[in-house]
């Protein structure tokens, strides 16, 4: 008998044992792959949205240093700086959740308001420029929400991953030969038990 046979657990409730670890082993790496194929879309959803969102910041970036040249040459750099309103944006993530992972899902804007004393653009230029690098820094904003939403989830897949090939490669396997020791040693006993019934069947007094 091999050790790994003597090492099983005897008899049919041992037998039932193995059977019912390798069920839910079984069942947890079904649930695992499951978990893995959401994740992976979710992932390469993320990515879509991140090049997307690359795309446009690239674009309005650009839009916005052409409108700025032009602004500052028509009014100079003072009047860039005057431009300028105190308040600031402000930038929200917002938070979801997938199988467990935990992951930026959004990103909500408020744009900076001037107050009534503050002066606005003063010329059609810059203001072309302050509505471009408005558009850039929300790009700028989902950009960042997208990538890191796409790193943990990628992230959390190769873990997923990891579990699954312990699952299948050896978890899954080992119990499945133990359960075979089990059924082939409990078959022998068995059979051991009734030859001896029927030699003491065959030698007993009247």
Do not use: C, F
């Amino acid at each position: 008998m091999s050790p790994r046979a003597r090492r099983v657990p005897a008899g049919r409730a041992g037998r039932l044992r193995l059977r019912r670890s390798l069920a839910m082993a079984v069942r947890g790496a079904d649930l695992l792959e499951r978990k893995l194929r959401l994740l992976l879309d979710q992932e390469h959803r993320a990515r879509q949205a991140a090049e997307e969102a690359g795309r446009v910041w690239r674009q309005r970036l650009a839009e916005a240093e052409t409108w700025l040249v032009r602004g500052v040459l028509l009014g100079g750099e003072r009047a860039l700086a005057q431009a300028a309103p105190a308040q600031r944006a402000r930038v929200d993530v917002q938070w979801g959740a997938l199988m467990g992972v935990r992951h930026p899902a959004a990103v909500s804007w408020t744009d900076p308001v001037r107050s009534a004393g503050e002066p606005t653009p003063s010329n059609t230029a810059l203001a072309h420029a302050e509505t471009a690098y408005r558009a850039a820094a929300r790009a700028a904003a989902e950009l960042a929400v997208h990538r890191a939403a796409a790193e943990l989830l990628a992230a959390e897949a190769v873990r997923t991953r990891q579990r699954v090939r312990a699952l299948r490669r050896h978890w899954i396997p080992r119990l499945q030969d133990e359960l075979a020791a089990a059924d082939l040693a409990l078959e022998e006993t068995e059979h051991e038990e009734a030859v001896r019934r029927r030699w003491a069947g065959g030698h007993g007094g009247p």
